[in-house]
Structures are given as C-alpha cells and as structure tokens.
C-alpha cells in the first residue's frame, strides 16, 4: 500500500506524456508574457485595500517593512518554484513538482489543495471586482437591481450577474488561446501599473514628515476581549501577538501575504512557454521583485500622506487622497482596482485549468477532461466546466469567509514545493537544472519556516475548513485516484508508457 501511494512519475516520463497529440498545449509565451502574468495576478485588491488595515491596526508607517517581510517569505518560495519549473516544464505546478519527487498521494493532496485555492481566489476577486463596477456606476448616477447586484447585506437573494458574466467571459478567453490571453493582460497591466505610478509620483508631493512619527508605533498588548490576530499561536504558545511594535510587523506581514498571492500561478503555464528553462525564472522572480518594489513604494506614501491612525479600511489609497484634498484621484484608482482585478481573475483561473488538467492527464481525475481543443490547443473541457461552476459560486455565494482559505492554500504549496527540491536534489541530481535553488538546503529550509510561521498567523476557523476539504480530497482520492491512475495501469500492464519508462515505486 505505501509503495503505491508514494510511487513517483519520472520527470522524464512527465515531459514525454506532454508530447502526445490529444494532450499537447501549445508552446507560445515568452520571459515578458510570464512577467505580466505575474504583475497582473500579484497587483490586485491587496494593495488597494490592505495597507490601510494593517497600518492602522498591526504595523503604522513600518507597514513598508510588513512588505518586505511577506516579499522575503515568497522570495524563498519563489526560488524553488524557480528550480522546479525550469527542471520539470509540465502543467501543474506544485502538483507536478510533488509527483517527481514526494509520491502520488502527497501529488494529489496538493492539486486538491490548489483546485480549491484558485477556484475559491477567482470567486472572491470577481465578486470585487463586480462591487467596484457598481461603486463606479454609482457615481455615474446608475444603480444595479438589488437582485442583480452584490449580496453582501441585501436584504433580498439576488445573483450577482456582473461577477458571474466576468468569470465567463474570461473563461472564453482562455479558451480562445495562450497568446489572447497574453495579450488582454498585458493591456490590463499596463493600465493597473500606470495607476500604482501615478499614485505613487503623486503621493510622493503630498507627504508629511509628521506622519512618519512614530514610524514603528510603541508596542501595546491586546485589549482585553479584542479579537486576536492568531488564535493558533495563543492556543500554541499561550501568548498573543502585539497589535504594534516589532511583533505587529510580522502579524502585517501575514496579513498582506494576501497581497503576493499569484507568482506561484506562473509556474502551471510552465508546458506553455517556448523556452521554459530559461524563461520561467526569469519571469517567477522578476514578477515578484516588480511587485514587492511598488507595494514598499506605495505603502510609504500612503502613511506619509495621511497619519496611520485616520487611514481608511476599505478603500486607504482613494480616501487618502480626498483627505488631502485631491478626490479626481480617488476615482482614478477605484477605476484602476476595477480593470485590475480582470486580470486577476483571468490568471487564478487559468492556474486551476492547469492543475486540472494535469491531474486529469495523469488519470488521477477523468482522462476525459485531459484533451485539447484541436484548434486552440487549450484545455477546453476542464476550462469551460471550472468557469461555469466558478461562475455559479461567484454570482450566488458570499465568500468573504472563504478567502483565507486562499492564503492557507498557497502557504501549504509553498511549503510541499521547498521540501520537493531537497529530495529531488538527492534521488535525482542528474537531473539537467537550468537554474538551480542557491544554498539547498538552506533556502527551501527557511522558506517552509517561513511559510508554517505565516500559516500558524491565520484564524483557527480557516485550518478547520482547510481540514475538511484534504477530507473529502482523501476519500475522492481512495475511491478514484487511486485504481485509475496512469501510473497504476502501467503498473498493472493495462497501459504502456508513452516512452522511457514509467515511474518508481
């Protein structure tokens, strides 16, 4: 039993099973597609919203160093997805990276693990995205019917159409082809990075040095009967973390991990890049060092433009500026947040196609949802199936309790890739690795501390529905996965590999 449960799948069989016919993508995106598609997945509602709420309650002006704590956490992550990618150059990111070296069932619990994180990440960030439309059209004097529009306090059952409408047009797009998709985004980013330029330049004017004062608020402990930031630590350590001060930055700092979500996504377009070994570092790091510069930038002059204790919680860049008396600025970033989080969605969903897809090739799911399109070369199937469901849940379901389970999602991979490194280095290092993880085992080390430290920072409830979904991934697993694997036929004789064997029990 345990000898089938962690057999592997050679990384050359890996790449040999992406050359059949019925299941080839089309190789068509280069170093710059993969850095858009990382700008435009990493820049969304975090730094929109974010900065405001954890200025406010963990980090004041020090929430710039928060970012650059979270960026040092996803830093170290994005280093061994760096390696993985350029030495595996298959769908699936994490899920494939598991395969070749943790075994099929740790494989499995992954992808489970990230169907869950991008369907539940695209949900949420349509049903933003649909607020900021009617907050728009407000302002324009047009209002949505109640039951076409957001549910969150209605007081009627409505389906919100925007969100749902957005989730299926995007998912034609995808369907359509790579390079379509490429291209939108790269319009899309180019808009959302003009808006961060602007309010960042803009900003910079309007600074008080004031503000800055103090730049690391004194510690306090938490008031009696506050809600805490980390009841797992609590329950863990017997202690709370402070609101402020030195321990305030890092709670900041899993706060607006939210924000980086995405890099990883770049990985699952790996089969679909012309030069994968060369191109799929470049474009996971450079994404993140992009990303991570704009988000210091920008919380520095949001906290010098208006003291931390005043900013706003929904909306701390546009409510900035009208405290300064600047409101034209206020609608040109709820207009850039809107066009942004397109891409946003886009990119959270083709990530999910990806992990479906490849799981689906490797038998672990219906092989029927494993065939492309014979003209687009995309996964149609599992493209149009996710966007409907996906679309479903977005239109009729509140999932703002949901959205940590994003977070968790991404930690958890986070921590399954770094240790993959270390056991592929040893059971593989013939392997040909065009770029290759500084310091192993050091960096993958401290990239699972990093990760299990921001995972023990979210709220007990998320880790108890995170449970329960690895629940029901297990028993799918068991009663599917498992007997209908690729691996298990070639094993059994029912199936022969496509060429160069199979895999190792």
């Not at 379509?180 to 319009?187: D, E, K, M, P, Q």
């Not at 910079?204 to 797992?232: R, T």
């Not at 890049?273 to 474009?283: A, E, I, S, V, W």
Request: a neutral charge; charged letters at 15%.
């Amino acid at each position: 039993m345990s000898s089938t449960l962690f057999r592997t799948k050679k990384v050359e069989q890996s790449i040999l099973d992406t050359e059949e016919p019925e299941h080839a993508l089309k190789k068509s995106l280069s170093a710059l597609d993969l850095t858009v598609f990382g700008v435009g997945v990493i820049i969304g509602t975090g730094i929109f919203v974010l900065t405001g709420t954890v200025a406010k309650n963990n980090a004041g002006p020090a929430t710039a160093l928060a970012f650059v704590a979270a960026g040092v956490a996803c830093a170290l992550a994005a280093l061994c997805y760096a390696e993985f990618a350029s030495t595996v150059p298959v769908a699936g990111s994490a899920y494939t990276f598991s395969y070749a070296s943790l075994g099929e069932l740790p494989a499995w619990i992954i992808g489970w693990d990230l169907v869950l994180e991008f369907a539940l990440g695209t949900a949420v960030v349509a049903v933003g995205w649909s607020g900021y439309i009617q907050s728009l059209m407000d302002n324009a004097g047009w209002s949505m019917p109640a039951a076409l529009g957001s549910r969150e306090g209605a007081d009627v059952f409505g389906f919100d159409i925007l969100a749902a409408a957005l989730v299926l047009v995007l998912t034609g797009i995808l369907v359509i082809g790579m390079k379509l998709s490429a291209r939108i985004t790269s319009v899309v980013v180019a808009i959302k990075v003009t808006v961060v330029l602007v309010v960042i330049v803009a900003g910079a004017f309007l600074i008080k040095g004031d503000n800055y004062d103090p730049f690391v608020p004194k510690e306090q402990p938490v008031e009696a009967g506050a809600s805490l930031d980390s009841p797992l630590i609590q329950l863990m350590f017997g202690w709370a973390p402070s609101n402020f001060g030195v321990m305030g930055i890092f709670t900041a700092a899993s706060v607006v991990f939210f924000a980086f979500i995405g890099f990883d996504v770049v990985a699952t377009a790996a089969e679909e890049t012309k030069n994968p070994q060369r191109d799929m570092p470049r474009g996971i790091l450079g994404s993140l060092v992009i990303c991570t510069t704009l988000y210091v930038l920008v919380s520095i002059v949001v906290t010098g433009m208006q003291h931390y204790s005043e900013l706003s919680v929904d909306a701390p860049l546009a409510d900035a500026f009208k405290a300064t008396g600047h409101p034209w600025y206020a609608g040109f970033i709820s207009f850039g947040a809107a066009v942004g989080l397109t891409t946003v969605c886009m990119i959270l969903l083709l990530g999910q196609t990806r992990v479906f897809f490849a799981m689906s090739r490797d038998g672990l799911l219906p092989r029927f949802f494993s065939h492309v399109h014979p003209r687009f070369k995309t996964p149609h199937r599992p493209t149009i199936l996710l966007g409907v469901i996906i679309a479903i849940l977005a239109g009729f379901t509140p999932l703002t309790e949901l959205a940590a389970l994003v977070n968790i999602g991404t930690l958890f991979a986070f921590v399954v890739v770094a240790i993959g490194v270390i056991i592929l280095r040893k059971s593989r290092p013939d392997l040909p690795r065009s770029f290759r993880t500084p310091w192993v085992p050091v960096i993958p080390i401290l990239s699972v501390c990093a990760s299990l430290w921001l995972m023990i920072n979210l709220p007990a409830e998320t880790w108890v529905r995170f449970g329960i979904w690895m629940a029901v991934g297990f028993l799918v697993y068991f009663l599917y996965g498992r007997t209908h694997s690729r691996l298990a036929l070639r094993e059994a004789g029912e199936e022969q590999p496509s060429a160069g064997g199979g895999g190792t029990p």
